[in-house]
């Protein structure tokens, strides 16, 4: 039977329990999260143990990356059963503190994110990556790890975070992992229990969209957008809602390719219902 994850809520316990394993010689390994968790998550936790000996796993529903018109409100928390898929997975530590704790009534500085953050979700959510990089940061200090451990399903908050600890030089290795999928390819998302049965079929747009832009690269096809309007076409079939962009990029700058000559990575935002769903895939 695993044993089941210290629970720190303070600022102190947990920074005392990461640096108590890293003055013994252990490496320890960090998994933000808002918690909902599902296999995504679970993989990083996974990824983090192959590397570390100790895995800490932070759970905080940050309002501040939510903009007024957001979900904040009925995000999912699931504690009973992320704790106990946490138990199961073998994570030594929770982090999970009140919101006053991690926005005492004094708090006034946040973040400027990087360039990468100014397109796509950052045009469509304005200040929500200022609320992002904000928060990673706050907790990069509180639960200073050896390694952090994202995934690349939020493949743009991703890229944020990665230029943030090289801009700041923060002491601590980011590491990407793949996306996780269901059986039918639908990303794993936290937001997916929002989907009806109905919606959650029309949500597998994205995915077959994706699949559509790589066969037609396999097949020859180079302009970037004609393979745009390959998976906007796909999305319309679904249909999803709302198509908010599908944007082909380069993978580390995010900038506009035109044509698809060297690896790019193709980004998807679309509502189904009103449920809003990220999707990419690399090119």
């Known amino acids: ?26 490496r320890t390994g960090f998994v933000p999260t808002m918690g909902a968790l599902h296999a995504g998550h679970l993989s990083l936790v996974a990824a983090a143990r192959e590397r570390d000996e100790f895995v800490a796993v932070s759970i905080f529903v940050n ?123 639908l990303a794993m998302s936290s937001r997916n229990r929002y989907l009806d049965a109905g919606q959650r079929q029309r949500a597998l747009g994205l995915w077959r969209g994706m699949q559509a832009a790589r066969a037609q690269l396999a097949a020859g096809l180079r302009d970037a957008r004609q393979l745009e309007q390959v998976v906007v076409e796909q999305l319309q079939r679904a249909p999803v809602d709302q198509i908010e962009y599908v944007a082909i990029r380069d993978p580390d700058t995010l900038e506009t390719l035109d044509v698809v000559d060297r690896p790019a990575r193709l980004l998807i935002a679309a509502r189904v219902g009103a449920t809003r769903l990220i999707d990419n895939c690399g090119l």
Not at 1 to 17: D, F, G, L, N, W
């Open 63 to 185: 309002p501040t990356q939510f903009g007024p018109q957001e979900d904040l409100n009925r995000y999912p928390r699931t504690w009973d059963a992320d704790f106990a898929a946490l138990t199961e997975a073998g994570a030594h530590m929770i982090f999970a503190p009140p919101v006053e704790v991690m926005y005492p009534s004094y708090w006034s500085t946040a973040v400027e994110p990087p360039r990468v953050s100014a397109t796509l979700e950052g045009e469509c959510r304005p200040g929500h990556f200022r609320g992002v990089a904000t928060i990673v940061l706050k907790l990069f200090q509180i639960v200073p790890a050896d390694d952090a451990f994202f995934g690349e399903k939020d493949y743009q908050q991703c890229l944020v975070i990665r230029d943030m600890v090289r801009d700041f030089d923060l002491p601590i290795e980011f590491h990407a992992c793949p996306t996780v999928r269901e059986p039918d390819g």
């Open 1 to 26: 039977m695993s044993t089941p994850p210290a629970i720190c809520r303070s600022v102190e316990s947990a920074r005392r329990m990461i640096r108590d394993v890293q003055q013994r010689g252990g």
